[in-house]
């Protein structure tokens, strides 16, 4: 699975819609272009839904229970704005507290990648990709171990649709996976229209900087190598000599995999429990990539499918 993209029996690829086309159900319906805004409670029980559409605001009451996969920014966002979270924080808004969730948008979690690049020597044809995915992934380690991979380099050339860079040159971006930081999802006013505050606090911890170095000297090894010296005229990126510390520091990115915030665990402070329901309520349930316990050691489309799948045995399970 690479950037939402499953392949169906005949290994055609399909989206992650066209494999699920949810409306096929009878017993779906869909609204569209609404923006859910809060979670109805009385007392404790999760009873509806509001939302808007349009102008409009609606709510919705619900005779079972709710689903909450709006993802992990906004899932945590939605849960403090219906008065689930940690109450220092809901009382900055005068949001009335369901339950005192203290880690209700901590924990946040992405993997970040690095760059290592090489130009192309002009007379060297370079394939055009009309997409954006990278065509191949590199596997690795920090540590050097075939037990412990946390290194997921993608590699690419210029030509790849929306890249920005030069089109005669070739790509290693060592997505570095199972860092140590974490960040937060905080509300910046108890308004649905406002984005949360996202405080990724990349590269906090100590340690993280040394995994992404580790993993930007891979890339720069590789592209480095003798066997593609008829392909490179020279490294571009990071320029020979160049504190590779600013550098990271200077250009690492995200890799969208958010997750975390509303973890799942046994113990009392996490936010949801082993069957997702939101712990101190009842009718609610996340499932999304927010209840991730723990960075994975891949991309996480895949685990957040596998996630929604036992989830919906859970609630058909459930009594
Ligand atoms: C640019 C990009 C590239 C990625 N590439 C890859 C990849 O190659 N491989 C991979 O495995 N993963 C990739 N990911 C990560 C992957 O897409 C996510 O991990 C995964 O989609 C998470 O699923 P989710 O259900 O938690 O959240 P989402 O897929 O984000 O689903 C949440 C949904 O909730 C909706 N929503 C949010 N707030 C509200 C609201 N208030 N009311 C109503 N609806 C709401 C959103 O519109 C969204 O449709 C990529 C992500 C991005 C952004």
């Not at 760059?115 to 992934?137: M, Q, W």
């Not at 040159?169 to 060592?174: K, N």
């Not at 891949?298 to 685990?303: G, I, K, R, V």
Request: with cysteine.
């Amino acid at each position: 699975q690479f950037n939402n993209i499953t392949l169906d029996s005949l290994l055609c690829r399909e989206t992650s819609y066209t494999t699920f086309l949810p409306e096929r159900y009878k017993n779906v319906t869909l609204v569209t272009r609404a923006i859910v805004t809060r979670i109805l409670f009385k007392g404790t029980q999760a009873v509806g839904v509001e939302y808007v559409q349009g102008k409009n605001k609606y709510s919705v009451g619900v005779e079972n229970e709710i689903v909450l996969s709006a993802g992990a920014i906004a899932t945590p966002k939605i849960l403090m704005l219906s008065g689930i979270g940690d109450e220092a924080e809901l009382g900055k808004f005068d949001i009335d507290v369901v339950v005192n969730g203290k880690e209700v948008g901590k924990n946040l979690h992405d993997d970040l990648f690095v760059s290592a690049g090489f130009s192309i020597p002009e007379n060297k044809p370079v394939p055009i990709y009309p997409y954006s995915l990278a065509p191949a992934v590199i596997f690795g380690s920090t540590t050097n171990s075939n037990l412990a991979v946390d290194i997921e380099s993608s590699v690419g050339v210029g030509t790849l649709k929306g890249f920005l860079g030069p089109r005669n040159s070739f790509w290693l971006w060592p997505n570095v996976m199972h860092l140590k930081s974490k960040g937060t999802v905080t509300l910046c006013s108890d308004s649905p229209d406002d984005a949360p505050l996202v405080n990724p606090a990349y590269l906090s911890e100590p340690g993280d900087i040394e995994s992404c170095k580790i993993a930007l000297n891979l890339g720069i090894e590789i592209g480095n190598k003798s066997s593609l010296s008829p392909w490179r005229k020279e490294q571009i990126a990071p320029k020979p000599g160049t504190d590779l510390e600013s550098y990271i520091r200077e250009t690492a990115d995200t890799t969208y995999h958010y997750c975390g915030t509303c973890r799942m665990g046994y113990d009392e402070n996490s936010v949801v429990d082993t069957k997702l329901r939101v712990r101190g309520t009842s009718g609610l349930r996340v499932i999304d990539a927010s209840v991730f316990p723990l960075p994975i050691t891949a991309n996480t489309a895949a685990a957040t499918m596998m996630i929604a799948y036992k989830g919906s045995d859970i609630i058909i399970q459930a009594p």
